[in-house]
C-alpha cells in the first residue's frame, strides 16, 4: 500500500538557499477536495531545461494503525495537455515554487508559495519510516505535519492571505499538540 509518510514546517529566514540542488515551478488543481483528507490533484511541473511534467494524484487517509503523519498517496503520470485541461476545471489552485534540498535524513523539498498563499514557506520531509529520526535546520521553525489547515489542498480552498490574524497566530506562535522539538 503506497504510504506518504513526512513531517511539515514553517521556515523563516533564508539559510536554506546553500543545500539548493534544483528547482521548479509547481500548478496545482483539485478537483476534489473533502473535508474527510481524500483529494484529487493536478500537478503541471515545469523545471528549468526540462520538460514539462503532470501528474494526476490521489491522496486519502491512511488504514487504521498507520503512523499520524502518514497518508495514502496514489500518483500517476498524465499527459501534459490533458494536465492542462484539467487544471482549467479544477475549481481550487495552488501556485508555488519548490526547491529539491541537499540534507540528511530524508528527502527534503521546500515550498515557496505565490499568488494568494505568498508569503508562505514550507519545508517538508518525506520518510521511509514513520520512526526516522531527522535533524531539524534550524531554519525551520513550527512543524505543522498533520495541521490540515496548512495541507496545499486546504490552503487551495482557504489561501494564507484569506486568513484572519487570529488564525494565523494559532499556527505560528502557541505549541502545537503535535509538534515536536528538533532531533
Known amino acids: 500500500m503506497p504510504l506518504e509518510i513526512e513531517r511539515r514546517f514553517l521556515v523563516s529566514g533564508d539559510g536554506w538557499r546553500e543545500h539548493v540542488t ?3 515551478e509547481l500548478r496545482q488543481g483539485y478537483l476534489l477536495n473533502r473535508e474527510d483528507g481524500l483529494t484529487a490533484r493536478i500537478r503541471l511541473q515545469q523545471q528549468l531545461n526540462r520538460e514539462h ?3 494526476l494524484t490521489i491522496k ?5 494503525g498507520a503512523p499520524a503523519h502518514a497518508r495514502l498517496e496514489f500518483e500517476y503520470p498524465i499527459p501534459i495537455d490533458d494536465a492542462k485541461a484539467l487544471l482549467h476545471h479544477s475549481h481550487w489552485r495552488v501556485e508555488k515554487c519548490r526547491y529539491g534540498l541537499q540534507l540528511p535524513d530524508g528527502d527534503w523539498v521546500l515550498d515557496v508559495f505565490s499568488g494568494e498563499n505568498s508569503p508562505l514557506v514550507i519545508a517538508e520531509v518525506e520518510l521511509q519510516h514513520h520512526e526516522d ?3 531539524v535546520p534550524l531554519w525551520c521553525g513550527q512543524e505543522v505535519t498533520g495541521l490540515h489547515q496548512l495541507s496545499n489542498a486546504a490552503l487551495a480552498s482557504h489561501p494564507w492571505q484569506s486568513w484572519s490574524e487570529k488564525e494565523r497566530a494559532l499556527i505560528e506562535n502557541p ?3 503535535n509538534a515536536s522539538p528538533q532531533a
Not at 486519502?60 to 487504521?64: G, K, L, R
Open 133 to 135: 529520526l531527522v535533524q
Open 175 to 177: 505549541r502545537l499538540p
Open 60 to 64: 486519502a487517509m491512511p488504514p487504521q
Open 53 to 55: 511534467q503532470s501528474w
Open 22 to 24: 534544483w528547482e521548479a
